[in-house]
């Protein structure tokens, strides 16, 4: 994928990289390196441990693993600022290494995005504050890819929804600022949701703070409105709970369901996808040991074929790698028509390019072969099957022996409880009487420890019981401005939410990351950017949209009765600066340049949204190009999984 044009994302990635050898240099000589181990993957996107030993860094060690030792005088912490117990651990090994070692250690702690009181505060009773250098790394978003960054920030779906920390919400603002004293201020705010709400409210005090402050690096001719960004959408992760609950059906989200993507890399075994390249294979006698082996295969752009394959419907990806696999042979095959010694040479200087390409079609047609298994069981299709039932409108009691015929198979906990709170969030939650049959079910059949899973998933509100105040029918257009729930009943319908007809094959609409089912979440965005073809979707090629909807509205305009269906405030901010500086500015820049949309992310965003998105930004080439931001990619595993209680009571 080539750089985004508009907002430059290896830039960031480069000021990442800079900073923290910036910060390791200061410390002279050898040292060791202890590092939190949730933020190993972020730093391994844009520095390798080869890079880390160019600047003095002899071995790496796990905060968490506690196994420090003191082979080196320097030592190095870089840890996340945001949690208390990362400073209590930082101060026991402290203490520790003080008192077993007879070298004097300099300790050097980096906190990562910020240096808090909280830290300060427990540093210093643990009586080492005096004895350390602290500094902080502002380290915010990392691309992923080129069109889409992300938060350096651990689980920020639970801490927002389940903790209602709202740290993710100051860190996103810390994040979006940089690119306002960059590139200009977003022209416009547009959003749904109340945390996106509150990160529009901060952005907005953020700005009035670098103004007043006499100091801020930040030019006036910064703080004037954009003229490479259009807008800023933000879109709230609960106004669209369901989304994330169905099984992910594109290519990189089947990879993410089964193996778990982190840091565009996927731990799967060796007996899947084979050793790495260059590596011996293992004798016939230790097949057993190879079992457990785990391989880290990297997922991203720089793979061309999985550039190709990742937003695609997993239905499609068999036929892509097959012509993929006959044009390799083919190209392979020509060497056989180089009648030249020059033909010769182009084929021996294209062979190490084939021959990268032809290892990603083994390592992708493995697990192309894998994934085909697992979605041929019948526990994968009863699943799905209830799935499309709940978001097509089908009764949700109809659902309910499949789900205790699953229970009963011993299926894992989340996927009855991905269900579960499917149901809930789509008919604004079971009947009382079928909530604590499924409540009684799963501590029979999981354990009692899972009443503070369950406590968990209704206090998130995911899994909750029906009430008066919840009915299961919501009145189109009824009740006041600002929802407290998404009426997907209503939704279905005035966003066309299910698409019977998709083209897999060739899509004309987003609702093939689903095989049928449009994102909520996506179709928001739709409804500011692709009003037309949005409506022309709604209500079917032949209608007369343009006369309902100016080509020129923006914001929300025209879809302001939908948002009434749909949970928390709406928002839409313009930001102006000096009218003069402005059409000064625009005069210089020209007026027919494409322009950037910011898609921000609030509590996560699943690999099929992105997917979605991509194909809308596909649509628009030429007109507009989006940049895709999140606190961080996530899954139904990750939403279910932050509620789900670990400990056993049953053992002691």
Same mark, same amino acid.
């Given at each position: 994928m080539s750089p985004h044009p508009g907002i430059d994302t290896d830039a960031i990635k480069d000021k990442a990289r800079k900073d923290v050898l910036d910060l390791l240099e200061g410390v002279r000589g050898k040292k060791n390196l202890v590092i939190e181990q949730s933020l190993a993957g972020p730093i391994g996107l844009f520095a390798k441990f080869s890079t880390l030993q160019d600047y003095g860094v002899d071995?790496?060690?796990?905060?968490?693993?506690?196994?420090?030792?003191?082979?080196?005088?320097?030592?190095?912490?870089?840890?996340?600022?945001?949690?208390?117990?990362?400073?209590?651990?930082?101060?026991?090994?402290?203490?520790?290494?003080?008192?077993?070692?007879?070298?004097?250690?300099?300790?050097?702690?980096?906190?990562?995005?910020?240096?808090?009181?909280?830290?300060?505060?427990?540093?210093?009773?643990?009586?080492?504050?005096?004895?350390?250098?602290?500094?902080?790394?502002?380290?915010?978003?990392?691309?992923?890819?080129?069109?889409?960054?992300?938060?350096?920030?651990?689980?920020?779906?639970?801490?927002?929804?389940?903790r209602k920390d709202p740290t993710s919400i100051f860190l996103a603002a810390q994040a979006l600022m940089p690119i306002q004293h960059r590139y200009g201020l977003f022209p416009r705010i547009i959003g749904k949701g109340d945390n996106a709400r509150r990160l529009m409210e901060l952005l907005l005090r953020m700005r009035s703070e670098a103004a007043a402050d006499e100091n801020a690096a930040t030019s006036k001719r910064g703080m004037m409105p954009s003229a490479s960004i259009e807008s800023l959408i933000i879109i709230d992760r609960e106004v669209d709970m369901v989304t994330p609950l169905l099984t992910q059906l594109t290519y990189e989200g089947l990879i993410d369901e089964m193996f778990g993507i982190k840091n565009n890399q996927a731990e799967i075994d060796t007996s899947i996808v084979g050793q790495a390249p260059g590596q011996q294979p293992k004798a016939q006698n230790s097949a057993p040991q190879q079992q457990g082996l785990k391989r880290k295969i990297q997922l991203d752009s720089s793979d061309k074929l999985y550039d190709q394959l990742r937003d695609a419907n997993f239905a499609i990806v068999g036929p892509l790698l097959n012509k993929v696999a006959r044009r390799l042979a083919g190209e392979y095959?020509?060497?056989?028509?180089?009648?030249?010694?020059?033909?010769?040479?182009?084929?021996?200087?294209?062979?190490?390019?084939?021959?990268?390409?032809?290892?990603?079609?083994?390592?992708?047609?493995?697990?192309?072969?894998?994934?085909?298994?697992?979605?041929?069981?019948?526990?994968?299709n009863r699943v799905l099957e209830v799935q499309q039932n709940l978001v097509s409108g089908s009764d949700p009691s109809s659902q309910h022996d499949t789900i205790e015929e699953l229970m009963a198979r011993d299926q894992p906990l989340t996927t009855i409880l991905r269900l579960l709170c499917l149901e809930s969030t789509i008919s604004g939650g079971l009947r009382p009487k079928d909530l604590d049959n499924f409540k009684r079910h799963i501590l029979h059949a999981y354990g009692y420890q899972h009443l503070l899973t369950l406590h968990n998933l209704?206090?998130?509100?995911?899994?909750?019981?029906?009430?008066?105040?919840?009915?299961?029918?919501?009145?189109?257009? !009824? $009740?006041?401005?600002?929802?407290? =729930?998404?009426?997907?009943?209503?939704?279905? %319908?005035? #966003?066309?939410?299910?698409?019977?007809?998709?083209?897999?094959?060739?899509?004309?609409?987003?609702?093939?990351?689903?095989?049928?089912?449009?994102?909520?979440?996506?179709?928001l965005v739709q409804a500011i950017i692709q009003k037309q073809e949005l409506l022309s979707i709604i209500r079917g090629p032949s209608s007369d949209t343009q006369s309902s909807t100016p080509s020129a509205a923006s914001g929300w305009q025209g879809f302001e009765d939908v948002l009434k269906s749909v949970k928390g405030e709406t928002f839409n901010k313009?930001?102006?600066?000096?009218?003069?500086?402005?059409?000064?500015?625009?005069?210089?820049?020209?007026?027919?340049?494409?322009?950037?949309?910011?898609?921000?992310?609030? !509590? $996560?965003?699943?690999?099929?949204? =992105?997917?979605?998105?991509?194909?809308?930004? %596909?649509? #628009?080439?030429?007109?507009?190009?989006?940049?895709?931001?999140?606190?961080?990619?996530?899954?139904g595993r990750e939403v279910v999984g932050a509620a789900v209680e670990k400990g056993d009571f049953g053992k002691g």
């Open positions: 071995k790496v060690f796990f905060l968490e693993n506690d196994n420090l030792d003191t082979s080196q005088k320097n030592i190095v912490f870089l840890a996340s600022g945001e949690k208390a117990k990362n400073c209590v651990a930082i101060a026991a090994q402290i203490k520790r290494l003080q008192q077993a070692s007879s070298i004097e250690h300099e300790v050097s702690v980096i906190w990562v995005p910020r240096r808090t009181l909280v830290c300060n505060k427990i540093l210093e009773e643990a009586g080492v504050l005096g004895d350390i250098s602290i500094e902080a790394l502002s380290l915010h978003f990392l691309p992923l890819d080129q069109d889409v960054l992300t938060l350096a920030y651990d689980d920020p779906f639970a801490d927002l929804y389940l095959e020509s060497r056989h028509g180089a009648k030249s010694t020059s033909e010769l040479r182009e084929f021996v200087n294209k062979l190490p390019g084939y021959q990268a390409e032809q290892q990603s079609l083994k390592t992708h047609t493995n697990l192309t072969e894998e994934a085909l298994k697992h979605t041929q069981t019948d526990t994968f209704e206090k998130m509100g995911l899994l909750v019981a029906r009430t008066a105040a919840n009915p299961f029918y919501i009145p189109v257009g !009824g $009740g006041a401005s600002e929802s407290n =729930i998404t009426n997907y009943n209503t939704l279905r %319908k005035s #966003l066309r939410l299910i698409v019977d007809e998709v083209n897999e094959q060739d899509p004309n609409d987003i609702a093939y990351v689903y095989s049928g089912y449009a994102p909520l979440s996506v179709r313009i930001q102006k600066g000096d009218e003069a500086a402005v059409k000064a500015r625009h005069m210089l820049m020209g007026s027919g340049k494409v322009k950037t949309v910011v898609v921000m992310f609030m !509590g $996560g965003i699943t690999r099929t949204e =992105i997917a979605a998105l991509r194909f809308v930004g %596909k649509q #628009l080439e030429g007109r507009k190009r989006l940049l895709i931001c999140t606190t961080g990619v996530i899954g």
